[in-house]
């Protein structure tokens, strides 16, 4: 529903007076947002460069969010793609078995995660032996106690 200019005037006007938003919504017959939208200016900025469509316009130029902004699109897929594999049991078989084939063709191939991702694989080590170490400790210190 648009509102007319005398119908936001009149928002605004009992907004000044002090009236909670809620009771404005009631008597102006809209929703609490919307009478937040019209009363607050930086609110209504930040709905209207929200609205203006980037995505769309960005997929209309060829372009993606993904491409422009790489790295951060790899750490929100990875966080994404790791909640969703810690909290849906078909969604992780599912990776698991596309997992497998991978492993299954790069075995064919003769090739290893190791050679075809050196720096990973290297980070992966050192994760591993710092996690191991963190572990030995625990160990040694449940034995001590």
Known sequence: MKLDESKIDEI?????????YK?????????ITTVIYW???????????????ISYKLYKEGKSWA????????????KY??????NDPKFRQKIQEANRRHMAKKRA?????AQTHPEEYKA???????ERRKKEAEKHLKLIT
């Not at 491409?67 to 990875?78: D, F, I, S, T, V």
């Not at 793609?81 to 810690?86: F, H, L, S, T």
């Open 67 to 78: 491409k422009l902004n790489p790295e951060k699109y790899r750490a929100w897929y990875r």
């Open 109 to 113: 191939e003769g090739k290893t995660w």
């Open 12 to 20: 605004r006007k009992k907004a000044q007076e002090g009236l909670p």
């Open 39 to 53: 009363v607050n200016e930086t609110y209504r900025e930040k709905i209207k460069t929200k609205n203006k469509g």
């Open 81 to 86: 793609q790791k909640d969703r594999y810690d």
């Open 124 to 130: 992966y080590l050192r994760d591993y032996a710092r």
């Open 23 to 31: 009771q404005i919504a009631a008597e102006a017959g809209v929703s």
